[in-house]
């Protein structure tokens, strides 16, 4: 029971703070220091206060709760109590009124699957994903509501990865593989299924895709990896790092083009893998980073490339 919600749900001119220490006399709740919340003394008491709702009328409550703190909280205010307000949503889920309705509460399964994520809980923002998708129409979502419907699918096929279910991590990248419009908006599908082919130690596999999809971003990678190709290219490097300090490269500008932000990221997930399985190739994918962030604009994540 949080006294925040709580003062947001309930009318101004009830005193819910009075309310709540008679209830507390009564021993029915108690004030849990670390939370700073309230919660019912026993689980037989909930469940009691719970069946004074008609059970007919529960899913339209919940319906309302979540209805309600949607409307009145604001973005911050959302974003802290974001899985309260869908878990209310989608108990009263019976209550949508027409495909609008639908369509944002599927964005706030989301908001509430992505801040699960970042909490590192993948089994609960894997659950969120899929309710998200279960509320769009599964013959036409992808075309009717295409960017929400490859956010939903990119960040299920990411926490199923994360979770380390690679068999059904396999299938979502597929279905993603299906229905993504261009080659930039499969790239996060991509880095899943190389990571999962990683991380069950096919590192041949792993790099033999990565090199595939970098070829259509236009970063293709010379069959014959020996030392007068390696040569070339680190004299090629060293030119475009003449007269260049390190405070020169710090102070580049943020990569911008799409194409070759995408080509940076697969290149920073194979790096590792051709260090461990293909040595021939890292210093290629390492100069090649160089090169592209000289080239296009830096970003700090890709440091590792220096």
């Not at 911050?76 to 027409?98: M, N, P, W």
Request: net charge negative; hydrophobic share 45%; with cysteine.
């Amino acid at each position: 029971l949080d006294p925040f919600l709580l003062s947001k749900l309930i009318d101004e001119s009830i005193d819910v703070g009075g309310i709540l220490q008679i209830c507390m006399e009564e021993g029915l709740v108690v004030f849990d220091e670390g939370t700073s919340c309230y919660r019912f003394s026993h689980d037989r008491m909930q469940q009691a206060s719970y069946t004074l709702i008609p059970e007919p009328n529960r899913p339209l409550f919940h319906y309302s709760i979540g209805h309600i703190l949607c409307a009145i909280l604001s973005e911050s205010e959302l974003d802290q109590y974001i899985f309260v307000a869908v878990d209310q949503l989608i108990r009263g889920v019976t209550y949508l009124h027409d495909e609008q309705e639908a369509v944002e509460l599927s964005c706030l399964c989301l908001h509430a699957g992505e801040r699960a994520m970042s909490l590192s809980d993948f089994k609960i923002s894997i659950k969120y994903f899929d309710l998200g998708s279960s509320l769009l129409d599964s013959r036409r979502h992808w075309v009717d509501y295409y960017d929400l419907s490859l956010s939903l699918a990119n960040a299920r096929a990411e926490a199923l990865c994360c979770n380390a279910d690679f068999e059904t991590t396999d299938e979502a990248v597929n279905s993603i593989l299906d229905n993504a419009r261009c080659l930039d908006d499969t790239i996060l599908a991509y880095t899943c299924q190389i990571y999962t082919l990683g991380a069950r130690l096919r590192l041949d596999d792993a790099i033999m895709m990565g090199l595939e999809v970098l070829d259509r971003l236009g970063e293709s990678f010379p069959e014959q990896r020996g030392m007068v190709s390696l040569m070339a290219n680190l004299i090629n490097v060293k030119r475009m790092l003449f007269r260049r300090s390190n405070k020169d490269i710090m102070g580049l500008p943020n990569i911008t083009s799409q194409t070759k932000l995408s080509a940076m990221t697969l290149l920073n997930v194979l790096l590792t893998y051709a260090f461990i399985g293909k040595p021939d190739l890292f210093p290629f994918f390492a100069l090649r980073m160089v090169k592209i962030s000289l080239k296009y604009g830096f970003l700090a994540i890709f440091f590792i490339g220096f």
